[in-house]
């Protein structure tokens, strides 16, 4: 039987996405968000929502570029901090000891040291309430060659990225494989 | 070292969300959609985007509403189906077996299986490109008894959602626990 929750932000599993910026100094930033995901596949395109309270939020508003990169395991303490603290107090590479390395397409520097990175040209935003939706266009992603597959793509077990669970803030791992997307579905 | 990959739709995970519409005859319909996640906290809000050429898309502009139903592992094979068929040629409750139940406070249908929906009235649309986002403000969260923990919450390893990885095609399913959010980040 179903239970009511009520009004929620409630979808299992959100990913961790750490959305880098310049601020109007030139000092790289970073902070975490979880309300993201792809948006279109052509031109693609990702969302990403924000605060206005947020010091990226008015980076990317000058800079009209943000990158996103994905941290993997072992990097849940940074990807954690990055989300508590803010850039107008902290720099938030300097006290990780991570590299920010300038995207080759966009005005946004992305984490070196985490597997994945998106960069993004900022192709429009949406003020919905708390959070403004923030649409990138994806013009490049860039992944460590060890976590690419023979495919040509990069691996989801060797990305090994974190998942976050809204409201009860808890980050896991991913699990095993259990199929291939477009083909479990004719046996149906 | 990081190679370029080119512009592609690459976010891991991608959630499997399962968007519940009825058509103009009142037909229940269920879709999958990858390209998810929550966009904004209050209102809660959650993003999904669709082709215009789905029978979804028409049905969600039509009835103002849908919902988004989490498929749980076992119900891969209905999931993977839910996103190859068309509800314009098939019944796709009556194919699976699977039940629709009508949304208390929205005119759009939700699967009874499943261990999680989401109950959407539909807030804004914004035109993309190929894809449109469908902004649902969550009326309602409605779990499975068995899958709320003391909390009050849904917990992640019992409602054991589906994973996508986009591109590759690939499901999986929640590792393990890593650690609470706002907590991980105290350490750096």
Not at 28 to 50: D, F, K, R
Not at 129 to 153: M, N, Q, R, Y
Request: glycine share 10%; proline share 7%; with cysteine.
């Amino acid at each position: 039987m179903k239970i009511s929750l009520g009004k929620k932000t409630l979808l299992y599993p959100a990913p961790v996405c750490v959305v880098g910026t310049y601020d109007h100094a030139g000092k790289p930033n970073v902070m975490t968000a979880a309300w993201a995901g792809i948006c279109c596949s052509s031109p693609p395109c990702i969302a990403v929502s924000l605060r206005k309270a947020t010091y990226t939020y008015g980076n990317i508003l000058e800079r009209k570029a943000f990158t996103v990169s994905l941290p993997s395991e072992e990097y849940i303490h940074q990807a954690d901090y990055f989300g508590m603290a803010s850039g107008r107090d902290e720099d938030k590479f300097a006290r990780t000891r991570l590299t920010p390395v300038k995207g080759e397409l966009v005005d946004a520097p992305f984490v070196k040291e985490f597997p994945l990175a998106l960069e993004c040209s900022l192709h429009s935003s949406v003020q919905i309430g708390l959070h403004t939706e923030f649409i990138g266009e994806i013009l490049d992603v860039k992944a460590e060659e060890s976590c690419v597959g023979p495919d040509g793509l990069p691996d989801i077990e060797k990305i090994r990225p974190l998942l976050f669970s809204p409201e009860g803030r808890k980050y896991h791992g991913v699990g095993k494989f259990l199929g291939s997307a477009f083909q479990m579905g004719r046996m149906i």
